[in-house]
């Protein structure tokens, strides 16, 4: 499984959240960062097409104009069996417009069975936090 991005993430996420739109507006999952690839779209379809949520019509039009495909492989993904509001996870925390970073003591506010994060709170460790449509 893969997640597609037009952007690339920090070389120091470990973790993405995953935060699910209108009309659910909660964060539904989580999932650990294997690796990050980047390569033209067309190579990352011919490559990770089949394991990616996307259909071919609506990945050409993501990527419309864009030279560079990031494409985050993902380890351990897991639905939460209770979807978390932002503000249960963090009052301050408001909705992505696309992704923003965390720091790396949300992963126990949201799925504590998962071991602490390495690196601690702060700059060796950052999570994502993304929007799923």
């Not at 560079?68 to 249960?88: D, F, G």
């Not at 992505?96 to 060796?124: E, M, N, T």
Request: net charge neutral; charged share 20%; aromatic share 8%.
């Amino acid at each position: 499984m893969v997640e597609f991005r037009r952007t690339p993430i920090a070389d120091d996420v470990t973790h993405v959240v995953v935060y699910a739109t209108a009309p659910t507006k909660m964060v539904v999952g989580i999932f650990e960062v294997d690796a990050v690839e980047a390569l033209t779209p067309a190579s990352a379809w011919r490559k990770f097409g089949k394991v990616g949520a996307i259909d071919p019509d609506a990945f050409d039009a993501y990527y419309q104009g864009a030279a560079t495909a990031h494409v985050i492989k993902v380890r351990r993904a897991e639905r939460l069996a209770s979807p978390l509001s932002l503000a249960q996870i963090d009052p301050a925390l408001r909705a992505p417009q696309s992704f923003q970073y965390l720091d790396a003591d949300v992963i126990d506010r949201i799925a504590p069975s998962r071991p602490a994060v390495s690196g601690a709170v702060g700059r060796g460790s950052s999570q994502l936090l993304t929007t799923v449509g």
